[in-house]
């Protein structure tokens, strides 16, 4: 993001049902912020531990990227 406007997110619980719904609608909105010369990046700050248990979890939480669950 060197030289360039940046927008940077953390956030926290990514495995949750409101953390993917957020992430998507930021995902959604990209091509707005690109058109404007803004580069977009998110950091999650949750721990290994958090991400093996989101991928022990049954499926019925969406995982963090799927467009396909925003239908």
Known sequence: MAGS????????VGFTFVRPSEILAHDHRLAAFEDRGVKVAGVSVDSH???LAR???ARSVPPVGTRAATA
């Open 5 to 12: 406007r940046g927008w940077l997110f953390f956030y926290p």
């Open 49 to 51: 531990f958090t991400y």
């Open 55 to 57: 991928k022990n979890k």
